[in-house]
C-alpha cells in the first residue's frame, strides 16, 4: 500500500505563507515562521524538546542514534520549513514522508502523549501570543495523533 499521509504534513499551510519554492527557500518575511520570531523560535522549542526527551524512559530508547543533536536538527528544520521558514529539512532529506519514516518505530498512543506532554512543556516555555501558541499546539497535537501506527503498548 503507498504511505498515506492523512494530514499534509509535508505541505506549507498557504494561509499563511506565500507559494512555496519547491527547494532552496530561505524564508518569507510574512510567513508564520517569521511571525513567531524565525529560527531562534524553533531551535529553543526543539531544543527544549530534546532535553526532555533525553530523559524520557519511554522515547529515550526509541532514537538510532545516541546523540540526539542530528534527530533535533531534523525535527527542527522540517517544522521551520512547514511553518514556511528555509526549505533546508528538504533540501537535505527529500520529501518528508513523516508516516513512512516513523514506521520503523513503534509510535503507540502512550508514545504520542509522551511525546506531545514534552513538547507541551516546550512550547509553553516559548511564551508566544495566545493565537500563534494555539496555532502551533493544534499542528503538534494533529500531527501526532496521526503518527500512531501500533495500539500495542509494549511495541518496542
Ligand atoms: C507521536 C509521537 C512521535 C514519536 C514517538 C516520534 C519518534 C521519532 C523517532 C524515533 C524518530 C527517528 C529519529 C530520527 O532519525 O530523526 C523520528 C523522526 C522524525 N520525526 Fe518523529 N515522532 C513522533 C511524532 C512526530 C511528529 C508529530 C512530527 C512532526 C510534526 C515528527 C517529525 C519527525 C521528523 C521530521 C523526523 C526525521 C525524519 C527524517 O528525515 O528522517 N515526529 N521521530
Redesign the pocket.
Known amino acids: 500500500m503507498p504511505d498515506r499521509e492523512p494530514l499534509p504534513?509535508h505541505a506549507t499551510p498557504p494561509a499563511v505563507t506565500r507559494p512555496a519554492a519547491p527547494t532552496g527557500r530561505t524564508s518569507s518575511a510574512d510567513s508564520f515562521h517569521a511571525l513567531v520570531g524565525g529560527e531562534p523560535t524553533f531551535r529553543r522549542l526543539v531544543g527544549r524538546f530534546y532535553e526532555l526527551v533525553a530523559t524520557d524512559d519511554l522515547?529515550r530508547p526509541?532514537?538510532?542514534?545516541e546523540d540526539l543533536g542530528p534527530?533535533e536538527d531534523?525535527?527542527r528544520t522540517?517544522?521551520e520549513q512547514y511553518w514556511g521558514g528555509p526549505t533546508t529539512y528538504s533540501d537535505q532529506?527529500g520529501h518528508?514522508r513523516?508516516r513512512m519514516?516513523?514506521a520503523p518505530?513503534p509510535?503507540s498512543p502512550g508514545?504520542?502523549d509522551r511525546?506531545l506532554q514534552h513538547m507541551r512543556t516546550a512550547l509553553d516555555e516559548l511564551h508566544l501570543a495566545p493565537l500563534p501558541h494555539a496555532t502551533l499546539w493544534d499542528y503538534?497535537e494533529r500531527?501526532?495523533h496521526a503518527?500512531?501506527n501500533t495500539f500495542d503498548e509494549g511495541a518496542r
Open positions: 504534513l522515547l526509541m532514537y538510532p542514534e534527530a531534523r525535527l522540517f517544522l532529506r518528508p513523516l519514516r516513523h518505530y509510535v508514545a504520542r511525546w503538534l500531527a501526532a503518527m500512531v
